[in-house]
C-alpha cells in the first residue's frame, strides 16, 4: 500500500508502465476471440455506412435526383446491401427503432436507436466500443451513424423497416423511388407542396396521402409513387379497406391487420396487385413484432386479435406521435425490462396508465385490458429489484425526499398495486437471503408476498421457510442431508425454486458449503420436468457482468453441463467438476435445453466473447502473479472454469462455441504459446495439458475438417510437450494428450465419411 503522497505522485506519473504486460495478455485464444469480433465488426461497420447514408437520403433530396443510378451514395448504398445479403442466408431485412434510453456514452436519448440485422444489434454505445477496438480513422462511422440518428429524430421516425432488393435494375428502382419519396417527404409535409418522382422515364407529382385516420402517411404515400395511382384512387381504395376492416373485425381474417396500410398487401383480393415500399417508415405492425415477448429472450409472439386492439388503441391516442405510438406499444411490448432503470420504469407505466384509461373509457373487451395487465406483470418480472427499490409509488405524482428515491409520475391504480408487490418482494427476497447468517423474522405480509411470488398460498409459504431455514444451523452453514429430506417439498414450487436457491448458492460464504450445495442442487434438478428454464437462469446469470468473474460463475456451467444431458451418472456423487467422459455423449443430450443455452449465447455473442477473455486473462495473471493485475481467483478455480466452459461449448455446439474451442487450441495447442512459460507455468504444467486435452477431445466433437490440420500441428510436436517436465506423470499426460488428438482426429474423419 502507498501512503498518500506516493498514492499522488504514482497517479501523477501515471504508474508502473504496464504495455508490455498488457502485450503479453493478448495471446492466441484473446487474439482468436479478437478475429471473430472484427467478423463482426465488419458486419456493423457496413450497417453504420448503410445507416449513415439513409440518414444523408432523409435529409438531402438532391442525392437522389440522378435517374441512372449514377449517384455515387446511391451505388454504394446497393453495395453495402449486397455485402450484407451474402453474409446471410436468412435475414434479408434491416430494422432500425427507437428505444429512448440514455446511452453509457452520454448521448441524448433521443438519438437512442438500435440497428438490428438478424441477431446483431448496433447502438451507440456498441458503436463506440467497436471504433475503440478498431482504432484511429474509425470514428467516422460512429459520428455519422449520430448525425443519421440526429436526422431520424428530426423526422419524428420511430421505426425503419428496410427489406433487400433483389439484384435486378427494376428491384434498384424501386428503392430509389422509395428513397427519393421519403427525402421530399418531410418538406412537403410542412409546405403542403407536391413530391416529385420520375417513373416510367416521366415527371410525376405526389401529394401528401392519409391513412384512415385522416393522418400524413409516408408509407401510403409511397404505395401512390409506386404504383403510379392518383390520389383520389387511393383514397378511395382506403376507405373502402377500412370500412371492410370495421365489418370484420370480429373474424379471423378482420384481425391480423392493425391499419389500413398493413391490410393493403394482407387481403387476399389484393395481394400481388400492389407494389409494397421496400422501405417502410414508422409502420407501427413492424414495432408490434419487434417488441412482442413470449418469455423467452427476444421470441417473437404470434400476433393475436388482443395484441391488434393494444395496437390500434395506441395510435387512437398518440395523436398522430410515432414517438408516442412506440411508447406506448414498448410499455406493454417492450423486451428490455430486464435492463430497465427506474426512470424508464416511470414512463412506461404512465404510458401503459394512460392506455388502460382508454380502454375504460371506451368500454373496451375486458380482455384487452387483461392483455396489457397481464403482459405489463409478466414483464416487471424482469426487472431487477433494485429498480424497485428505489422507485416512491403514488396513485398520484408525488416527491419522496432522499437520493435514493425517485419521483414517480402519475400510475394506474392496477399498476399501483404491481408496483407495490413488487417492492414487497424485493424487501421478502433480501430477508430469505439474510436468514443464512442470522435470525430473520417473517411477518403476514412477507408470506403473502412469497406465496404470491411462487403462486402458493401464504401458508405453504411460510412452510418453505421453515424448510429452507432448516436446512442451515445457527452458523450459517448449510446442513445437506437436510436439504435432501427436503427436496420433495422444495419439487413442488419447481415454476421458481430453482431461480431462488441458485441465489441461495451464490450466497453461501464458505467454499465447502458451495460444494455441498451445489451437489444438493443437482438431485433437485435431476428431479425437475423442465431443465430449460434452469439452464437460462444459469447462462444469463453467468452472462451478467462479463468483464467480472465470481465463483458461482464456475459453478453455473458445471449445472449446465448436468442440464444439457439427459441422464447423468455423477448426479448421485459429490463432485464440483465435470467429468471428461461427458464428452462421449452423442443420443443422450437434451435437445430442449440445449436450443434454450445455444439462443441465449447466440443472442448475447458480443457478452460472451467478452466473459471468456476476462477469464483467460485472469488466468493468465494468476500464472504470473508479480503484476500489478492479479486477481484473487484461485489458479485452480480458474483453470476448473475454462475447462467446465469448453466442455460446456461442445456439448451446446453451434459456430460461436467453434469459435472459442478452435481459439483456445491455437493457444494450448501450441508449445510457443505464453501460456504455457509464466512464472508459475511449471508447477501447474499437468493442469495445463489436462486442460488442453479436453480442449482436443472437445474439437473432435465439432466435426470439421478443416480442423484436423489443427490436430495434426499438435501431434507433431510431442517431443516439445514432452520438453515441459520430467518424470512418468508428465511423461503419461502428454501421451494421453497425443491419444486423444489421434482420437479426435479420427472421429472427425470418421464421422464425416458417415455424413457423404
Known amino acids: 500500500m502507498l501512503d498518500e503522497e506516493a498514492e499522488r505522485l504514482f497517479k501523477e506519473l501515471g504508474g508502473i508502465d504496464r504495455t508490455q504486460r498488457k502485450t503479453a495478455y493478448e495471446d492466441r485464444l484473446a487474439d482468436g476471440l479478437l478475429a471473430k469480433e472484427k467478423e463482426l465488426d465488419v458486419l456493423r461497420t457496413h450497417l453504420l455506412e448503410l445507416t449513415q447514408l439513409l440518414g444523408n437520403f432523409l435529409n438531402d433530396a438532391r442525392l437522389l435526383q440522378n435517374a441512372r443510378m449514377a449517384n455515387d451514395s446511391f451505388i454504394r448504398f446497393l453495395e453495402i446491401l449486397s455485402r450484407l445479403s451474402k453474409k446471410s442466408h436468412r435475414d434479408k431485412n434491416i430494422f432500425i427503432r427507437f428505444r429512448g434510453q440514455t446511452p453509457n456514452c452520454g448521448v441524448h436519448e433521443k438519438l437512442d436507436y438500435v440497428i438490428r440485422f438478424g441477431n446483431i444489434n448496433v447502438d451507440v454505445d456498441t458503436a463506440y466500443r467497436m471504433t475503440k477496438r478498431l482504432g484511429a480513422g474509425t470514428e467516422s462511422f460512429t459520428q455519422g451513424m449520430i448525425k443519421a440518428f440526429e436526422i431520424f429524430s428530426e423526422c419524428d421516425l420511430s421505426n425503419l423497416y428496410l427489406k433487400f432488393p433483389k439484384e435486378s435494375a427494376k428491384e434498384f428502382d424501386l428503392i430509389r423511388t422509395s428513397l427519393c419519396i421519403l427525402s421530399q417527404y418531410k418538406t412537403a409535409l410542412k409546405s403542403n407542396s407536391l413530391i416529385v418522382i420520375e417513373k416510367d422515364g416521366k415527371k410525376m407529382s405526389l401529394p401528401v396521402i392519409e391513412d384512415e385516420r385522416g393522418q400524413p402517411d409516408p408509407n401510403l404515400t409511397q404505395v401512390a409513387g409506386l404504383n403510379g395511382l392518383k390520389q383520389t384512387t387511393l383514397q378511395d ?48 405492425q413492424h414495432l408490434m413484432l419487434d417488441s412482442a415477448y413470449d418469455g423467452t429472450a427476444n421470441e417473437k409472439a404470434p400476433v393475436t386479435k388482443e395484441k391488434l386492439q393494444v395496437t390500434r388503441l395506441a395510435m387512437a391516442i398518440s395523436s398522430g406521435s410515432p414517438y408516442r405510438e412506440a411508447q406506448i406499444v414498448e410499455s406493454v411490448y417492450g423486451n428490455d425490462f430486464a435492463e430497465i432503470d427506474s426512470s424508464r420504469l416511470e414512463l412506461r407505466l404512465e404510458s401503459a396508465s394512460d392506455l388502460l384509461d382508454c380502454i375504460e373509457e371506451k368500454s373496451e373487451d375486458p380482455q384487452i385490458e387483461n392483455e396489457v395487465l397481464d403482459n405489463i406483470e409478466m414483464r416487471l418480472e424482469l426487472v431487477r429489484d433494485d429498480v424497485f427499490d428505489k422507485l416512491f409509488v403514488a ?281 504455457y512459460r509464466l512464472e508459475k507455468s511449471r508447477p501447474n504444467m499437468l493442469s495445463l495439458l489436462q486442460l488442453l486435452k479436453a480442449i482436443v477431445r472437445a474439437c473432435g466433437r465439432l466435426r470439421k475438417m478443416e480442423d484436423i490440420a489443427l490436430l495434426d500441428k499438435i501431434i507433431q510436436r510431442e517431443a516439445d510437450f514432452m520438453g515441459f517436465g520430467k518424470g512418468p506423470q508428465h511423461v503419461d499426460m502428454v501421451r494421453r494428450v497425443m491419444k486423444w488428438t489421434m482420437e479426435s482426429k479420427e472421429k472427425i474423419a470418421r464421422d464425416n465419411r458417415r455424413e457423404s
Open 237 to 284: 381504395l382506403i376507405t373502402k379497406v377500412n370500412a371492410w376492416m370495421k365489418q370484420s373485425a370480429s373474424t379471423p381474417s378482420g384481425s391480423q391487420f392493425v391499419n389500413v396500410y398493413n391490410a393493403l398487401f394482407g387481403i387476399r383480393e389484393l395481394q400481388g396487385k400492389l407494389i409494397r415500399p421496400p422501405l417502410e417508415i414508422n409502420n407501427v
Open 395 to 675: 396513485t398520484k405524482v408525488g416527491r419522496e425526499t432522499g437520493e435514493e428515491k425517485t419521483i414517480t409520475r402519475r400510475m394506474h391504480d392496477k399498476f399501483y398495486k404491481m408496483i407495490t408487490f413488487f417492492k414487497g418482494r424485493s424487501v421478502a427476497r433480501r430477508k430469505m437471503k439474510a436468514m443464512i447468517l442470522q435470525d430473520i423474522d417473517f411477518d403476514d405480509e412477507d408470506y403473502e408476498t412469497i406465496g404470491k411470488d411462487f403462486d402458493i398460498t401464504p401458508r405453504d409459504a411460510k412452510e418453505l421457510i421453515r424448510l429452507l431455514k432448516g436446512c442451515f444451523d445457527h452458523q450459517g452453514r448449510f446442513l445437506k442431508t437436510r436439504f435432501e429430506r427436503n427436496i420433495p417439498d422444495f419439487e413442488q414450487h419447481e415454476r421458481k425454486i430453482f431461480e431462488f436457491l441458485w441465489h441461495y448458492l451464490k450466497e453461501t460464504p464458505h467454499r465447502t458449503d458451495r460444494v455441498a450445495f451445489l451437489n444438493s442442487l443437482q438431485m433437485l434438478m435431476a428431479r425437475m420436468k423442465q431443465p430449460q428454464k434452469a439452464i437460462q437462469t444459469l447462462v444469463a446469470d453467468f452472462l451478467t457482468n462479463p468483464r467480472e468473474i465470481s465463483f458461482s460463475d464456475r459453478n453455473a456451467v458445471m449445472l449446465a453441463n448436468i442440464l444439457v444431458r439427459k441422464y447423468n451418472k455423477e448426479l448421485m456423487h459429490d463432485i464440483e467438476i465435470t467429468p471428461e467422459e461427458v464428452l462421449l455423449v452423442e443420443e443422450g443430450l437434451n435437445r430442449d435445453a440445449i436450443n434454450s443455452a445455444s439462443k441465449i449465447i447466440d443472442d448475447n455473442k458480443e457478452n460472451f466473447f467478452a466473459k471468456i477473455k476476462t477469464i483467460h486473462i485472469r488466468l493468465k495473471q494468476a500464472l504470473d502473479p508479480g503484476g500489478l493485475d492479479a486477481h484473487p481467483m484461485p489458479l485452480r478455480f480458474l483453470l476448473a472454469l475454462e475447462r467446465e466452459i469448453y466442455i460446456f461449448l461442445s456439448l451446446v455446439d453451434g459456430s460461436v462455441a467453434r469459435s472459442v474451442i478452435i481459439s483456445a487450441l491455437n493457444e494450448y495447442g501450441v508449445p510457443e504459446s505464453e501460456i
